[in-house]
């Protein structure tokens, strides 16, 4: 199994990032997939989620309005559109498959975003 995630990246307050966590190796529809970030000295905490058909989705108070979950289920990845950025936003954003019908999950191993000017 492989997820990696990509598009991270040093970008100014209010600036856009789109963060991309390409899937393989499980049959990418039977996993609900979500966002998590993690900042030095802190857990890591839950950003976005969205089920296994793409048709619903949640965000954490913080990101709604800002962040968008989406995903491809023809090319197995996940995406997060991040607009509005703000220094809070910093840290490792990681991508998690769950199974809907089984305890398994698959993490990535992350991707860099930080915003500073």
């Known amino acids: 199994v492989s997820v990696v995630e990509s598009g991270g990246g040093l970008v100014e307050p209010g600036g856009s990032l789109t963060l991309s966590c390409v899937t393989s190796?499980?049959?990418?529809?039977?996993?609900?997939a979500s966002w998590h970030r993690q900042t030095p000295g802190k857990e890591r905490e839950l950003v976005a989620f969205?089920?296994?058909?793409?048709?619903?989705?949640r965000m954490v108070d913080s990101v709604k309005g800002r962040f968008t979950i989406s995903r491809d289920n023809i090319r197995d990845t996940v995406f997060l559109e991040m607009n509005s950025l703000k220094p809070d936003d910093t840290g490792v954003y990681y991508c998690?498959?769950?199974?809907?019908?089984?305890?398994?999950?698959?993490w990535g191993q992350g991707t860099l975003v930080i915003v500073s000017s």
């Open positions: 190796g499980v049959p990418f529809d039977e996993y609900h």
């Open positions: 998690k498959l769950q199974g809907m019908s089984s305890n398994k999950e698959w």
């Open positions: 969205i089920t296994g058909d793409g048709y619903n989705s």
